[in-house]
T-cell receptor, first 114, second 113 residues
Framework: DADVTQTPRNRITKTGKRIMLECSQTKGHDRMYWYRQDPGLGLRLIYYSFDVKDINKGEISDGYSVSRQAQAKFSLSLESAIPNQTALYFC?????????????FGSGTQLSVL | QKEVEQDPGPLSVPEGAIVSLNCTYSNSAFQYFMWYRQYSRKGPELLMYTYSSGNKEDGRFTAQVDKSSKYISLFIRDSQPSDSATYLCAMSARSGGYQKVTFGTGTKLQVIP
């Protein structure tokens, strides 16, 4: 089945460390997104990309950066991790044609920053 | 005020009950309305998708949209233990050249056998 795969599933790191979360998809979708999920705050958009050359900031991009290495790969980096970046991170894809708003999510990465 | 408000629950019901989940919103530009289901430690998966006001039915699930009241609902008939999950409402509006999706915070549902 076409899928959205996130690695790692869990990550524990220390304050100040640089880490990268990776996302790959076999759905052939153009659009890719990074969200974080926090209890009581729901899903918040960090970055999104409509194609390899089109990357945009979401509502909470400070402290994060992204790289769209190929149509199928979109990685999220925390340059210097801090404890309030502890959250569940999701990658999502979207077909990007017409007005199809349906998002397809990966299984998430639970990140803990100590 | 948040654009989308959703009661976080938790909501606990006996097996076979009818469940009603609700969201209100303030942005009248929202055009598409969705419900996602999220099991523990999994990503959200799309459950229902509607565009217009009215009802849309899919098996035991019915999505209802009332644009005049800015209110959407998801009804689950004959609820099963496998329905135990967090349900996220979501809605989208055109913003900066694409349909921006805004999520509710989710309602946690437990169906007790």
């Amino acid at each position: 089945d076409a899928d959205v795969t996130q690695t790692p599933r869990n990550r524990i790191t220390k304050t100040g460390k640089r880490i990268m979360l990776e996302c790959s998809q076999t759905k052939g979708h153009d659009r890719m997104y990074w969200y974080r999920q926090d209890p009581g705050l729901g899903l918040r958009l960090i970055y999104y990309s409509f194609d390899v050359k089109d990357i945009n900031k979401g509502e909470i991009s400070d402290g994060y950066s992204v790289s769209r290495q190929a149509q199928a790969k979109f990685s999220l980096s925390l340059e210097s991790a801090i404890p309030n970046q502890t959250a569940l991170y999701f990658c999502a894809t979207q077909p990007g044609r017409g007005t199809n708003e349906k998002l397809f999510f990966g299984s998430g990465t639970q990140l803990s920053v100590l | 005020q948040k654009e989308v408000e959703q009661d976080p629950g938790p909501l606990s019901v006996p097996e076979g009950a009818i469940v009603s989940l609700n969201c209100t919103y303030s942005n009248s530009a929202f055009q598409y309305f969705m419900w996602y289901r999220q099991y523990s430690r999994k990503g959200p998966e799309l459950l229902m998708y509607t565009y217009s006001s009215g009802n849309k039915e899919d098996g035991r699930f019915t999505a209802q949209v009332d644009k005049s009241s800015k209110y959407i609902s998801l009804f689950i008939r004959d609820s099963q233990p496998s329905d135990s999950a967090t349900y996220l409402c979501a809605m989208s509006a055109r913003s900066g050249g694409y349909q921006k999706v805004t999520f509710g915070t989710g309602t946690k549902l437990q169906v007790i056998p």
